[in-house]
């Protein structure tokens, strides 16, 4: 079955960098669109980035410029760079499968990972 495993979460400063990495396996995950999302306490998840199997790219307007996202698919690994980290951007970060399907809903996206917190304090 499709297995997605976070890591790299942590507490970092405001200004400071952090790097998040999805290991995936039981999918095809070079064909597979990818996406990271995020959900701080009471609010919804929300996108965040995503990259196609192309390795095209997208991201919220909220961390463009500020965030990256790109994948080894030889490592069957996405990762998230995260620079110049603000306190809003505290939350429980997801990595998610979307398969073939190129989106930025919540719903479109088919398999999720257990989480991973990030805290920036300010």
């Known amino acids: 079955q499709v297995q997605l495993v976070e890591s790299g979460g942590g507490l970092v400063q405001a200004g400071g960098s952090l790097r998040l990495a999805c290991a995936a396996s039981?999918?095809?995950?070079?064909?597979?669109?990818m996406g990271w999302f995020r959900q701080a306490p009471g609010k919804e998840r929300e996108f965040v980035a995503r990259?196609?199997?192309?390795?095209?790219?997208y991201y919220a307007m909220s961390v463009k410029g500020r965030f990256t996202i790109s994948r080894d698919n030889a490592k069957n690994t996405v990762y998230l760079q995260m620079n110049s980290l603000k306190p809003e951007d505290t939350a429980v970060y997801y990595c998610?499968?979307?398969?073939?399907?190129?989106?930025?809903?919540?719903?479109?996206?088919?398999?999720w990972g257990q989480g991973t917190q990030v805290t920036v304090s300010s």
């Open positions: 998610a499968t979307a398969f073939t399907v190129i989106s930025v809903r919540v719903g479109d996206y088919n398999y």
């Open positions: 990259i196609s199997r192309t390795s095209s790219t």
């Open positions: 039981g999918l095809t995950f070079s064909s597979a669109t």
